[in-house]
């Protein structure tokens, strides 16, 4: 890193596709910040045209992504991105946020990490978050409506992490929160747990007191089936596009509704799991972000992109189907909409390839 003599607070938050690892990154970079910090965020995904860096980025914070490869599997890139964020933003605290179809993160990434980077990073605890409905399923014994072997990941992710972050708290009552904390306890022996809301803020605070002083991270190695993992992986269609729109005084809200609630229609219609779907819809004014994390009822929207003219969509699809189906939709879905002009700017389709991590550590590197 540049300034050697400098050492940089890591916090890495992972978990499943939907968690909302990319709203506690915002909301905890805010809190650094409050906390006179300095702070930079990471972000990471298979292809370019992410909207959690273009959302992100909006907020004067210096965002770096790593794109085109998970960290893992590009292990270089995620010290690039953090060399960069660091000379930058002279960032104290980097927030990074590996993709959430992604696991082994201890063997792959921390341990690599304090082992070539001792003297430049703190690295604070594998937090990993988890969506508390597919939790409680996964927890009872069920695969939270996705193909066996994602499931899977999402099962080794919480078995690698050092602190599990139940997140959406103000979706349960007291009574289901305490009921999963009990699960947890009894499914995966030994596991710190944290309840929060990354949307109200509940329990960040807490959380962020933690982070900002451990060291003790990647305490756990799992064991790992790779090609279980690669399955997990390869069941999803991944699709990351930036369309310019334009019309004649168009609705941008009316026009995201619509379009994700027939996104969401087809996927329902053949029963196809929904890993996650976002789409910000921009205008050179305001914004519009719309999230899917499974069924139709899971679909929400925040902020408004007003009435105009033009707007530049980004969609980010990943969804347990095959690439060229994926597109199919989305077109299907665009197609509707026939009073507007969409140029495409960016578009890639794929599948996710073999997990191929630079390193993988076999013992646990004392931090
Ligand atoms: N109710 C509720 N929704 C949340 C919370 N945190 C995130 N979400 C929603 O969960 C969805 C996925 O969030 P995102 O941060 O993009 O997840 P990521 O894929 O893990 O980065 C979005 O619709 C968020 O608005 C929370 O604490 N409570
Ligand atoms: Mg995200």
Redesign the pocket.
């Known amino acids: 890193m540049q300034n050697r003599t400098k050492t940089t607070r890591l916090i890495l938050v992972g ?10 990154l915002w909301e905890s970079a805010r809190r650094v910040m409050e906390r006179g910090y300095k702070t930079g965020l990471v972000t990471n995904d298979q292809a370019p045209e992410l909207v ?1 860096t273009v959302f992100l980025s909006q907020n004067s914070l210096e965002v770096t992504e790593v794109s085109g490869s998970c960290f893992c599997c590009n292990f270089d890139g995620l010290i690039d991105a953090l060399k960069n964020v660091k000379s930058k933003a002279e960032a104290d605290v980097i927030i990074a ?1 590996p993709v ?1 179809s992604c696991t082994d993160l201890s063997a792959t990434i921390l341990q690599p990490l304090k082992d070539n980077m001792k003297s430049e990073l703190l690295v604070s605890p594998l937090s990993v ?1 988890a ?1 508390p409905l597919r939790l409680q399923d996964i927890l009872d014994g069920r695969n939270a409506g996705l193909h066996p072997s994602a499931a899977y990941i999402f099962r080794k992710q919480l078995e690698e992490s050092d602190l599990i972050l139940i ?5 349960l009552s007291q009574n289901e929160l305490s009921r999963l904390k009990k699960q947890i306890g009894i499914n995966l022996p030994g596991s710190e747990v944290h309840m ?5 803020g509940e329990g960040i605070d807490v959380w962020l007191d933690e982070m900002m002083q451990r060291t003790d991270a990647g305490k756990r190695l799992i064991e790992i089936d790779y090609d279980v993992y690669a399955e997990g992986e390869a069941v999803l269609g991944w699709l990351n596009s930036t369309i310019a729109l334009t019309g004649d005084s168009v609705d941008w809200d009316k026009f995201t509704k619509k379009f994700l609630k027939q996104l969401s229609e087809k996927f329902d219609r053949i029963e196809a799991a929904v890993g ?1 779907v ?1 789409l910000l819809v921009k205008t050179k004014k305001d914004y519009i972000i719309a ?1 899917l ?1 499974g069924k139709a009822e899971t679909m ?1 929207f ?1 902020g408004s992109a007003g009435v105009s003219d033009e707007a530049k969509l980004t969609l980010n699809a990943r969804v347990e189907m095959s690439p060229y189906l994926l597109e199919q939709i989305v077109h299907e879905a665009l197609d509707v909409h026939r009073g507007l002009t969409k140029k495409v700017i960016a578009w890639k389709c794929l599948s996710p390839g073999r997990p191929r991590p630079t390193f993988r550590y076999d013992k646990v590197i004392r931090g």
């Open positions: 978990g499943f596709l939907g968690a909302g690892k990319t709203t506690l959690d946020e959430g978050m969506d997140n959406k708290s103000d979706l929060i809301s990354a949307k109200t996650h976002k999230n994390t929400n925040r």
